[in-house]
């Protein structure tokens, strides 16, 4: 089963203007952590983002926000007053959290490619 | 100034070849991760690493794949003997026992 969907596979926002970007999850641990990453056309993976399951308000980090629906099981990213250099895949990733300080792996959705429109 | 660093940036070898993937994590960190992207596909995860030691590695990370700590600094995944579909971007990763992990840029292999 994936643990991680995400069901769009290209967006498009234009200049300046807001973007919510899909995910949902699965998973029956009650500790684990939801993270987004960009990545640009040059490839690297470059981390925005994180959730833990008990946090009790949605992440923010500038720009970005985590609108994190647990019921639902859904963790989707808002990209607020999008820019041009925001043009690029981005991945929404889980981690199961009871197995932490083992190394425990992460779960990397299909991702979303978003283009800005200037 | 990158968390990780990984050389080469890219490699091309041919089908049979050994290779072997650096990374070198820039602060002293225990846990290490193996990650590779075949070129437009999700990000699939190979293998773990915590105090020197392989700690969950998933049914891709088979014979052909080994890694290593040779010098407690210098981070390598192996490939014994590359075939076609090993092509692929592979991305070294380093965390805490917290949550976050950070990736380095990744290596380019290309096996022809």
């Known amino acids: 089963a994936q643990k991680i969907t995400q069901t769009q596979p290209g967006m498009f926002v234009q200049e300046k203007e807001a973007v919510t970007l899909d995910c949902t999850y699965d998973t029956s641990d009650p500790s684990y952590g939801l993270f987004w990453y960009k990545q640009p056309s040059s490839g690297e993976m470059i981390f925005l983002i994180y959730?833990?399951?008990?946090?009790?308000q949605n992440a923010t980090e500038g720009r970005y926000s985590l609108n994190f629906q647990k019921a639902r099981k859904s963790a989707n990213l808002v990209i607020s007053a999008s820019q041009l250099g925001d043009s690029a895949m981005y991945f929404c990733a889980m981690r199961d959290l009871s197995l932490r300080g083992t190394g425990n792996q992460f779960y990397f959705g299909t991702g979303t490619s978003l283009t800005v429109i200037p | 100034e990158p968390e990780v660093t990984q050389t080469p940036s890219h490699q091309v070898t041919q089908m049979g070849q050994e290779v072997i993937l650096r990374c070198v994590p820039i602060?002293?960190?225990?846990?290490f991760y193996w990650y590779r992207q075949i070129l437009g596909q999700k990000v699939e995860f190979l293998v773990s690493f915590y105090n020197n030691e392989i700690s969950e590695k998933s049914e891709i990370f088979d014979d052909q794949f080994s890694v290593e700590r040779p010098d407690g600094s210098n981070f390598t995944l192996k490939i014994r003997s590359t075939k076609l579909e090993d092509s692929a971007m592979y991305f070294c990763?380093?965390?805490?026992?917290?949550?976050?992990?950070?990736f380095g840029p990744g290596t380019r292999l290309l096996v022809l």
């Open positions: 959730q833990g399951s008990y946090d009790q």
């Open positions: 990763a380093r965390g805490t026992d917290q949550e976050t992990q950070y």
């Open positions: 602060s002293n960190h225990l846990y």
